[in-house]
């Protein structure tokens, strides 16, 4: 019997604390809903706002840039920045989101869904007057009906922080992202492993089978009408992607995080705090590209306050 007694103490209780572990499944592509010549409409949302030290935004580089990087931390938090979220209407696959935005959670809490490190000291937060969820049922989108969500990238500060508002959603990521963003330590680099645990339900895209499409080296067809392409735009983070839309007049080019700020496209200028300013070189290349060869398409960066004040609610 006291045998039996110390195998039993040589089991440890489970953890009810512990996170599950996430089992990701590669994409497989195109996705249901696809219909030739479908064209979607866009809906550009804001989540909140986050604010930032100014210097954060102004994108220098040189020999002076790591210790502008340390000195940020200085510096009062004085810029706002808006926090976007994009609802996209296919006409027979349904609503699909790009991005999640911020958490609810964000201004009141901050660290339970982005860790103390970003949600207390890097940036501070401030939600808009409607969650995403609400801004969704505004415009007749049951947000439990979302299925695909499409991730740029998973930041959790400012992007993948609301995962745990969509528990239907299929999440779409690279699948190099996905490596960087659960790695040991990955919080070091604006990650955080519990916000992402709060979906099992994670789509690893693979571009070793993309092919090129205009200005874009790497391109992944998800529906297999055109209508919606995945881009690869690494640079800013390890697999960070941009989204193409096929609207009804033009397309409609999403870089998100490729550049911040218009000014950054405009004068190809790399973020001084980027995973790699080569690969972000090459990104800002051929998003500049694309924009010379369509001059009318509607091209959307992601956090430049200027623009986002000028975007109309909806575009077909």
């Known amino acids: 019997m006291a045998g039996a007694v110390a195998c039993l103490q040589l089991t440890p209780a489970p953890d009810p604390t512990r996170r599950p572990a996430i089992a990701p499944t590669i994409l497989a592509l195109p996705l249901e809903g696809g219909a030739e010549g479908a064209a979607v409409r866009l809906h550009p949302l804001v989540s909140g706002e986050m604010q930032i030290r100014p210097w954060l935004g102004e994108l220098r580089e040189g020999p002076a840039a790591a210790l502008r990087e340390l000195l940020t931390f200085l510096q009062p938090k004085t810029t706002w920045l808006p926090v976007p979220v994009y609802l996209v209407e296919h006409p027979v696959a349904g609503p699909i989101l790009v991005e999640t935005g911020l958490d609810p959670s964000a201004a009141s809490d901050p660290a339970k869904t982005m860790g103390r490190l970003f949600g207390s000291v890097l940036f501070s937060y401030r939600l808009a007057k409607r969650t995403v969820r609400e801004q969704l049922a505004d415009r007749g989108i049951d947000p439990d009906a979302i299925r695909t969500v499409v991730m740029t990238h998973l930041h959790t500060d400012d992007h993948a922080g609301g995962v745990g508002q969509f528990p239907g959603g299929d ?37 070793a089978t993309a092919q090129p499409y205009g200005a874009f080296a790497r391109t992944l067809d998800l529906f297999g009408d055109g209508s919606v392409r995945l ?86």
């Open 171 to 207: 999440f779409i990521v690279d699948r190099r992202e996905w490596e960087v963003a659960t790695a040991r330590r990955s919080i070091l680099k604006g990650y955080y492993r519990p916000v992402l645990a709060r979906s099992g339900r994670w789509k690893l895209a693979d571009y």
């Open 231 to 316: 881009l690869s735009t690494p640079g800013h983070s390890a697999g960070h992607q941009s989204v193409l839309l096929r609207l009804q007049s033009r397309e409609a080019l999403l870089y998100v995080d490729a550049a911040h700020y218009e000014r950054q496209l405009r004068e190809e200028l790399t973020f001084p705090m980027a995973h790699s300013k080569r690969t972000h070189r090459e990104t800002l290349a051929e998003i500049h590209r694309f924009v010379v060869e369509h001059p009318n398409a509607l091209v959307i960066p992601g956090h430049d306050p200027r623009v986002w004040s000028q975007l109309e609610p909806v575009y077909e």
